[in-house]
C-alpha cells in the first residue's frame, strides 16, 4: 500500500487546516502522527476500517477529527484551533487491525506533511 499524504501549510494560530491521505489500495487502521523537530514522532488520531470507531491523542481530543472515505481510499484529519505547539510533520500510516497508537504497530507510511501554525 502506498500512502500520499497532502493538505499542510502555513496558517495562524486559531486557524484550521485539513489533511488527507490518499491509499493506493483497500486499508484497515488508519492513523496520523506527527513529528515535531527533535522529538519523537507521535500518535494523533486513528479509525477503523469502518470510520465508525476513532481514538485521539489528549492534544488532539476536541480540535481534531479524523474521518474516511473508503469509496475514495481517502483518510482525513480535520484540524481546527490549530496552535503553535501543533507545528509538525504530519505522516499518515496504514496498520493491520492490530494497529494502535504506538508507530511501530503500522506497517506502512506516507512522505509526510508540514504544518506550521505561526503565533
Known amino acids: 500500500v502506498q500512502l500520499q499524504a497532502s493538505g499542510g501549510g502555513l496558517v495562524q494560530a486559531g486557524g484550521s487546516l485539513r489533511l488527507s491521505c490518499a491509499a493506493s489500495?483497500?486499508?484497515?487502521?488508519m492513523g496520523w502522527f506527527r513529528q515535531a523537530p527533535g522529538k519523537e514522532r507521535e500518535f494523533v488520531a486513528g479509525?477503523?476500517?469502518?470510520?465508525?470507531?476513532?481514538i485521539y491523542a489528549d492534544s488532539a481530543k476536541g480540535r481534531f477529527t479524523i474521518s474516511r472515505d473508503n469509496a475514495k481510499n481517502t483518510v482525513y484529519l480535520q484540524m481546527n484551533t490549530l496552535k503553535p505547539e501543533d507545528t509538525a510533520v504530519y505522516y499518515c500510516a496504514a496498520g493491520s487491525t492490530r494497529a494502535r497508537t504506538d508507530p511501530s504497530s503500522y506497517d506502512y507510511w506516507g512522505q509526510g506533511t508540514q504544518v506550521t501554525v505561526s503565533s
Open positions: 489500495g483497500r486499508t484497515y487502521i
Open positions: 479509525i477503523i476500517s469502518t470510520g465508525s470507531s476513532m
